[in-house]
């Protein structure tokens, strides 16, 4: 089975969320970043977001924006991100979501990109400009390679949509918690929960939340009733601010626990 | 997909693009992040309805003829004539539309089609600063609020057009990430809109971008193409031979070259050189791109091995971009639109002879038309005739040009 749907359905039958945290790869290094993998990995992280760095990243604010050009100042291509997870894979088991731009995808060769994810041992792909409309020849080639496809559904879906996008995305859907671009807000909108239950009358996909969550509080209140809760540009801001220091890992570590901690506590709390 | 239509002559072969998916072959399509998917819908079924309402229909024709000043002259250019020596030129005189471009008849439709969907705010990109003066003329005309980005790099090349946007109420805020032109003015509007998609709609300026945008812009720029057949048949008593028009997005050449796309009527869309494809300063994307993906549609775009969209370089603003509107690339692949490129000093050439030769001043962008127009025109019968799509006026190049003919010392020397 493949390693995320894997990990969702362990979690799942624990009543436990999952911790999914974004970072740039590439940013400050293609080294660095891996090595902040594995401290993800180690302070608790369940799946790792691994986004590919793109000159025009539309999704985008301005910290995942600045974390992309970070990179490309290397040159930091899709071909040496799916060259690095070869070797990540000597040293860790966790679950590894590739979160790219669809053009880079495009240039690698689809059917090419997807026989090295599983070669490699990436386990599943996220596009963000790549709605299932457009995505058949994809989610075909992407089954047949075992690798798990991850969708977006966000506030604007239609209703008539959600069983399209659930039908589309293995391992979890991913709800885009707010209309916009990446980028860190003070509060969760409390729409949120009920687009979630939403989503969940159309399927027994797993549904991560994620955009604009920061702050272990806001974590917490997601964690409650979505199955994962992805956190991105905060820590993404944490590796820019640190990314000269000699303690980034640990201070990225540091800075991720109180998060995780928080999304673990949220259902242990609403049981007892 | 209905366009907005007003007379059809001759029943024709039927030329059915793009599909309901919004596809050119395999060109076009709708590539966005999730949150546009119903706003592209929504825009799509009140662009179908808009067409189909009388009201809108005649609106839009009120507006064309007593605001934008249609329909635009078509101009035999006589001592262009002479000076080439072949076929017959006329020029379509879109620089003498309000505003001074074709921009307008894409930026008035689609701010009255906001309009309709109870839109509060416009946002829009720019590059030349045309389509930003058309978008907040058109939304000063409709009391909306209008928010213009465009890349530092243009509003320093184009700053006239700055201040004329200001001084139609807009608010005009400087893109200062990746190549600061107009590729990266689109990603910050699209930004702003998926922010803001309740009350806002994007005016996006040419036939690029997600499904329904490329129709849309097609469709109301084809009244260039339209109006000029009835002209020609008028003065000459015939269709053209051949149509040249300049290639930014692709939607003065798009407006002149649908209204002949089942005719027998050779056409050629003209390309920004830059300093030669060779160099890899250009924005010719036929000449050194590959199929990709950018700003929502399939197409043909200026990108290195790795996916990542390379800068472009062109004297004018207006063709400095990367990609392509996807029906261009499905007419360069099926062969039935030729495209070829001037050089930046090719259209520096060409700005000055029209302007000596004619007392016409054209748009840099206009001015690789007529570049092209002087390199086949010659080869052609006396008895033949040439269409140039005279996209714009010069006047907001004035000061850029002075400084690449006069050298630094720029107007004032
Ligand atoms: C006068 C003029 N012509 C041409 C263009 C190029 O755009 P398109 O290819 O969409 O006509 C521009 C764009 O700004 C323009 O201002």
Redesign the pocket.
Known sequence: MNRITARMQELAARDETAFIPYITAGDPTLALSGEILLELERAGADVIEYGIPFSDPVADGIVIQEASQRALKHNVSLHDVVGQIRELRTKTKIPILLFSYFNPVLAYGIETFAQDCADVGADGVLCVDLPPEEAEDYKRIMVDAGIATVFLASPTTRTERMGLIARFSEGFLYYVSRAGVTGVRDQVETSVKGMVEEVKRHSDIPVAVGFGIAKPEQAEEVARYADGVVVGSAIVDCVGTNGESPELIERVGAFVRPLVEATKRAKAEVAS | MASLETSSSAPKAPYSYPDKRGRYGAFGGRYVPETLMYPLEELEQAYVSACADPAFVARMDELRRDYIGRATPLYFARRLTEHLGGAKVYLKR??LCHT????INNALGQVLLAERMNKKRIVAE??????GVATATASALCGLECEVYMGTEDMARQSLNVFRMRLLGAKVTGVESGTKT?KDAINEAMRDWVTNVGDTHYVL????GPHPYPVI?RDF?SVIGKEMRAQLLEKENRSPDLLI???????????LFFEFIEDDVRMIGVEAGGLGPETGKHAARFAGGVEGMLHGAMSYVLQDENGQIMGTHSV????D?PS??PEHAFWKQSGRVEYSYANDDEALDAFQLLSHLEGII?????AHAIAHACKVVPEMDKDQIVVV?L???GD?DVDQAARFILGDKGAGA
């Not at chain 2, 001074?100 to 921009?103: C, E, T, V, Y």
């Not at chain 2, 720019?126 to 389509?131: C, E, L």
């Open positions: 879109e620089d001074g471009a074709h921009k720019t590059g030349a600063g045309q389509h107009l300026g040419t036939v690029e812009c720029q028009a300049c290639v930014g997005g692709g939607s003065n050449s798009a407006g004018s603003a207006g063709l971009y392509i509107g054209p748009a840099l962008e206009s799509n996209s714009g006026r907001k």
